[in-house]
C-alpha cells in the first residue's frame, strides 16, 4: 500500500511546476461533441433497427435497469454497480443521434434520479440491496462516460451536474486515501475513472485541479500497472487457462478488463507526460492481436484470453469495449492501427454476435461456429455452455446492457477535428453527415452518401462558410484508390499517416472517393485461411433452423434462440478460386436489417471441396484439419460478409482443385 502524501502530487510533472498548473498533454485529435456526428442510409437503419430491439426496450421491461427496480434495486447487478451505469452509458448517445425523445427522457430522468439520491457523503447510488456490502468505484465510471456525454450534448446541463460530481470525486478521494472503494475490478478499470477526471481538468475544473490529480494519482497507484502487463516478457502469448498470471490480480487476463485497460498507459500519459506510455498501450494493442486476434477484428476471451483457435469464443463486451477503446487510442496516439481495427470490428464481430433483428445477442461468438446451443461437452473453459446462445442474457446479463454501446460510439468518433479546431477528419468510413462549427466560427455540413462497406465508393459533399483542410482516412489496405474533386479527373490518393488531404474552398465541394480492396488471405492456425476484401471478412454461411427457448414473460420479442446447421459446413476451399461478386441494390437502398442471412450485396464465391472435418463436442467443431483428403467432387460455395452469418465456418482448410 502507498502513503497518502506520497501520491498527492503526481510524479514526473516536471520539476518545479505546481500541480495546478500542469497542463494535460493534447490529444492528436479531438472528438465532436455528441449529437455534432449522426448516421445516415443503411447505417442510420442500422441504429433504428438497435433502437426498436433489445437496446431501446429494455428499459420497459428488464428487470436491471427498468425504472421499477431503481428504487432500492433487488440485483447485485442493479442501478451504478453495474447495470444502470452500462445501460445509461450506451443508451444516451443513442437517443441524441437518433432524436429518440422517448429515450432522451429515460436517461434524464436516471440521471436526475442518480443525482437526487446521493447520499450526504456524496456517495452516488441508487445503493445495491445488500448494504453490507462494501462501497466499489468501479461500477460508476460508465455512469460518468455517460454524464460527459450529456453535458457536451447539453452544455447547459454542467450547472445541475458538475457539482454532484465534485462531491462524489471528494468520496471517491477520500476513501482511496484510506485504501478503501476498490477491488479487482476497480483495480483494473482505473484508466476509465482517469478519463473521466481528466475531461473534468480541461473543461470543468473550477477550482479542483489538486484534487483531481490526486485522484487519479491515487487510483493509478491502487490499479494494475498495465504497462507491465503490456510488456511482451509477461504478456501471455497462448490460451490463458493453463498459465501462471504473474501479477497478483488474475483479472488482468480477463478479457474486457483489457478491452477497458487498454486504454489505461495513454489517458495516464496525458497527466504524467511520460511518452513511454503511449508505447505501452500501443503494444499492448499489438500484442492483444497477435496472440489472440481473429479475422473478425476482435480478440478472442472466453472470460480469459482464448489464444487463436477457431472454437474459442469472443465476448460482446470484448467488442463494444475494444471498439471504444480504439477510437480512444486514436486520439490520444494518431496511429491509423486503430481506426482501421475499429471499423473492422464494427462491420465484422460486432453484427455477427446479434441477430439481425438485435432483439437477441450472445455472450460469446466463435469464428467457426457450427451451431449455437447449449453445447456438451462446454468448450468454454470459464464461460458457461449456453454462453453462444442468441438470446436475452445468456450466460451474464452485462453483454445485454453494455452492448448498446457499440453502434453510436463507432458513429460519434466516425469524426474528429485537428486540436486548433480547423480541420475536419473523416475517420470511419460509411455514411454520416456532420454539422459543426470549426475554429473562426466556420459553419461546416458534410454529407456522406455510401453504402460502404457494401460498395468501395463514397461521395462527399462538404458545404463551409471558409475555406479549411479536409481529411480522409485511406484504410491501410486501400492500394488503388482513387479521389476526385468537383468533378475533377480522378488522382491516386496520397495519405499521410493514414489521412489524406483535401484543400476545400468555402461554398460546396464535392468528393467521389474510390477504395476498390483485392481479395487477401490471411493466415490462421493449423494451415487454415480467412478471407478478406477491404473492410470485411467472408464467411460461409450455414444455413440453420431455429428453436425459441424461452420467451421473457414481458417481452415476448426478448427470445432466447437455439440455431442449428440444416447443412454440411465441412469444406475446404481452394484459394486460387475466390472471386468476388457484387449484386448492388436498384433502388440504391439496402434491405432492412441487413445483417442477416443472404442480405448483403457482396459475395465471394470458392471452389469447394467436402472433407473429413469432425466435431469435438455434441456441437462445437474442431480445428480445422491440415492437408484434407476431399470426400466428394469440387464444387462451388459462396462465402457472405461475416456479420451476416449466425453460423458460420470462417477459417478454412484448403486444398488444390486442379
Ligand atoms: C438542456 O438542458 C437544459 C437544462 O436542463 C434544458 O432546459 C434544455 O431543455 C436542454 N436542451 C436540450 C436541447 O435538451
Ligand atoms: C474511508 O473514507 C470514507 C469516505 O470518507 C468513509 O466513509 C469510510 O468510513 C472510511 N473508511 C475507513 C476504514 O476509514
Ligand atoms: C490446458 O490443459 C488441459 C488439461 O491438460 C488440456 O486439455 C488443454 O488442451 C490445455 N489448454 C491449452 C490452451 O493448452
Ligand atoms: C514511464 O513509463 C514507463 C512505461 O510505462 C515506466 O516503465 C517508467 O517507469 C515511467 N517513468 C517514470 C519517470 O515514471
Ligand atoms: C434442425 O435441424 C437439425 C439437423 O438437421 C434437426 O436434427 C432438428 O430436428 C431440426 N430442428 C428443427 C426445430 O427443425
Redesign the pocket.
Known amino acids: 500500500m502507498i502513503t497518502p502524501l506520497a501520491v498527492l502530487v503526481p510524479l514526473a510533472i516536471g520539476s518545479g511546476v505546481l500541480a495546478q498548473n500542469i497542463q494535460l498533454a493534447p490529444k492528436q485529435y479531438h472528438n465532436l461533441p455528441l449529437g455534432k456526428i449522426k448516421p445516415s442510409g443503411w447505417l442510420y437503419d442500422q441504429l433504428t433497427v438497435q433502437i426498436n430491439g433489445l437496446a431501446g426496450h429494455e428499459h420497459d421491461f428488464y428487470d436491471y435497469v427498468a425504472q421499477s427496480d431503481w428504487l432500492g434495486g433487488d440485483s447485485y447487478y442493479s442501478d451504478l454497480e453495474e447495470a444502470g451505469s452500462y445501460w445509461f452509458n450506451g443508451l444516451v448517445p443513442n437517443g441524441v443521434i437518433m432524436d429518440d425523445a422517448t429515450i432522451?427522457s429515460q436517461t434524464q430522468q436516471f440521471m436526475d434520479f442518480v443525482f437526487a439520491n446521493q447520499d450526504s457523503t456524496g456517495w452516488i447510488g441508487p445503493e445495491v440491496f445488500d448494504l453490507s456490502k462494501p462501497r466499489y468505484l468501479w461500477g460508476r465510471y460508465p455512469f460518468l462516460f455517460g454524464v460527459m456525454q450529456m453535458v457536451e450534448?447539453?452544455?447547459?446541463?454542467a450547472?445541475?451536474v458538475i457539482p454532484p460530481i465534485y462531491k462524489f470525486v471528494n468520496v471517491a478521494n477520500s476513501m482511496l486515501q484510506n485504501g478503501t472503494g476498490f477491488e479487482p475490478w476497480t483495480q483494473t478499470r482505473w484508466g476509465d475513472f482517469v478519463i473521466a477526471l481528466e475531461w473534468l481538468y480541461e473543461n470543468y475544473p473550477n477550482g479542483n485541479e489538486d484534487l483531481l490529480l490526486s485522484t487519479m494519482s491515487l487510483i493509478q497507484e491502487h490499479g494494475v500497472a498495465w504497462d507491465e502487463v503490456f510488456e511482451d516478457q509477461y504478456f501471455p502469448k497462448t490460451a490463458t487457462e493453463n498459465l501462471t498470471n504473474p501479477f497478483n490480480n488474475v483479472l488482468t487476463w480477463h478479457g474486457v478488463n483489457m478491452a477497458e485497460g487498454l486504454k489505461a498507459p495513454a489517458a495516464s500519459y496525458r497527466y504524467t507526460h511520460n511518452q513511454s506510455q503511449l508505447d505501452s498501450s500501443s503494444q499492448g494493442w499489438d500484442l492483444l492481436f497477435q496472440y489472440h486476434g481473429r479475422p473478425s477484428g476482435i480478440f478472442a476471451a472466453d472470460e480469459y484470453l482464448a489464444g487463436l483457435q477457431a472454437v474459442r469464443g469472443t465476448e460482446l463486451c470484448d467488442v463494444v469495449e475494444t471498439m471504444f477503446s480504439g477510437s480512444y487510442l486514436y486520439q490520444v496516439i494518431g496511429d491509423p492501427k486503430f481506426a482501421d481495427r475499429v471499423e473492422r470490428i464494427a462491420y465484422n464481430a460486432l453484427p455477427a454476435t446479434l441477430t439481425g433483428t438485435m432483439w437477441s445477442r450472445q455472450y460469446l461468438q466463435q469464428q467457426n461456429q457450427v451451431a449455437a446451443m447449449n453445447m456438451t461437452p462446454d468448450p468454454f473453459p470459464t464461460d458457461t455452455s449456453y454462453s453462444n446462445v442468441f438470446g436475452l442474457q445468456p450466460n451474464h446479463p452485462c453483454c445485454t446492457v453494455n452492448h448498446p454501446q457499440g453502434w453510436p460510439k463507432f458513429v460519434t468518433n466516425a469524426f474528429v477535428t485537428t486540436p486548433d479546431q480547423a480541420s475536419l477528419i473523416h475517420l470511419y468510413l460509411g455514411p454520416f453527415s456532420v454539422a459543426t462549427t470549426l475554429a473562426n466560427g466556420n459553419a461546416v455540413n458534410v454529407a456522406v452518401d455510401t453504402i460502404y462497406p457494401f460498395s468501395d465508393t463514397l461521395t462527399t459533399t462538404i458545404r463551409a462558410d471558409a475555406a479549411f483542410t479536409y481529411y480522409v482516412r485511406i484504410p491501410s489496405w486501400v492500394s488503388k484508390g482513387t479521389i476526385a474533386i468537383n468533378g475533377g479527373a480522378e488522382e491516386a490518393v496520397a495519405p499521410s499517416n493514414g489521412l489524406h488531404a483535401i484543400s476545400v474552398g468555402a461554398g460546396t465541394t464535392t468528393i467521389i472517393l474510390n477504395v476498390p480492396p483485392e481479395i487477401t488471405l490471411e493466415s490462421r492456425p493449423e494451415g487454415s485461411v480467412a478471407v478478406h476484401r477491404g473492410p470485411l471478412h467472408y464467411a460461409f454461411d450455414i444455413s440453420r433452423n431455429q428453436t425459441v427457448l424461452t420467451q421473457n414473460a414481458q417481452q415476448p420479442l426478448a427470445v432466447d434462440l437455439q440455431f442449428l446447421a440444416t447443412e454440411a459446413w465441412q469444406y475446404a476451399i481452394d484459394p486460387s478460386t475466390l472471386t468476388f461478386h457484387s449484386n448492388p441494390p436498384s433502388s440504391g437502398t439496402l434491405p432492412s436489417p441487413i445483417f442477416d442471412s443472404g442480405l448483403p450485396p457482396l459475395t465471394i464465391t470458392a471452389t469447394a471441396c467436402l472433407i473429413e472435418w469432425g466435431l469435438a463436442g455434441s456441437e462445437f467443431v474442431d480445428s480445422p484439419p491440415e492437408n484434407p483428403e476431399c470426400t466428394g467432387a469440387p464444387t462451388e460455395i459462396t462465402l457472405w460478409p461475416f456479420g451476416a452469418t449466425k453460423l458460420r465456418i470462417g477459417e478454412f482448410p484448403v486444398f488444390k482443385s486442379t
Open positions: 432522451m450534448y447539453n452544455s447547459s446541463l450547472d445541475v
